[in-house]
């Protein structure tokens, strides 16, 4: 059943189309289920060419775990595909329905391959931390995914833009970061590092775990979206968006308007 689920998400990637929620198609409310799905799902991506660079953590608030009727944060797994240029441009053929996030992204200076990881272990192992604008752009229609459709989908891990100032975190606390969300030059949400799990690190300790456990640890050079610090936007074609981060400058990215 997972490889069947994993083929109606991959037909509907390579096609760009929407499609009906799965969830029925899996046993309800099973995360592990998904997960399995979403392991099918990427090896297809491996299939095609695609490397593997990432981690991202997702539902990393109880409001967010609320409305996908998860108990827990969730993970998802980046590719080169998916790395924009800051002030770069998605094609708009790429795009069906897309939100953005603004994150702070960690690059590992280490591997974190052993068990029971800690806070101290994820804090050496960082190199330095960006802000980062995240594209979640689900296949399941009308945004109408709850968890198990989400985490089978890579928690619609589309597109992410790295900002260009770089800060050790000696020098910057990742809790206390604030954010400001621009769409097309207009102030749409504000966002704060204590919003996710309570600081970005957190998160990362809480991803760094469950990549073990699943057999995908994390590595020198990964690329981690902590969770978002803010709401999710949706954007439409020919949308700019510029994420502000207090001590990471603006990171941007543009939607293309070609259909």
């Not at 775990?209 to 978002?228: C, F, K, R, Y």
Request: charged share 20%; glycine share 10%; aromatic share 6%.
């Amino acid at each position: 059943m997972s490889q069947e689920v994993a083929n109606k998400l991959w037909d509907a990637h390579k096609a760009n189309v929407s499609i009906d929620p799965i969830r029925s198609l899996l046993p309800e409310g099973d995360l592990t289920a998904a997960y399995a799905v979403q392991r099918a799902f990427n090896d297809k991506r491996e299939a095609d060419g695609q490397r593997l660079i990432g981690r991202k953590s997702g539902f990393t608030n109880p409001t967010a775990m609320g409305m996908m009727e998860v108990d827990t944060p969730v993970s998802g797994l980046l590719y080169d595909v998916m790395d924009v240029p800051h002030r770069g441009e998605i094609p708009g053929a790429q795009i069906t329905s897309a939100k953005i996030e603004a994150e702070i992204a960690f690059i590992m200076g280490a591997d974190l391959d052993f068990e029971k990881i800690t806070m101290a272990d994820v804090m050496r192992a960082t190199d330095y931390v960006t802000g980062a604008i995240e594209i979640v752009n689900t296949r399941i229609i009308d945004w109408s995914g709850k968890g198990v459709d989400m985490v089978s989908d890579n928690v619609g891990a589309s597109h992410f833009t790295l900002g260009h100032k770089l800060q050790m975190l000696d020098q910057f606390d990742v809790s206390e970061a604030k954010a400001d969300i621009h769409v097309n030059g207009t102030s749409v949400g504000q966002g704060a590092g204590a919003n996710v799990l309570g600081s970005p690190l957190t998160s990362l300790c809480w991803l760094a775990n469950q990549m073990v456990a699943h057999g995908t640890p994390i590595q020198e050079g990964d690329v981690i979206l902590s969770g978002s610090l803010g709401p999710m936007i949706l954007v439409e074609k020919g949308d700019v968006v510029d994420v502000h981060i207090e001590g990471l400058g603006t990171t941007s990215v543009a939607f293309g308007k070609d259909a």
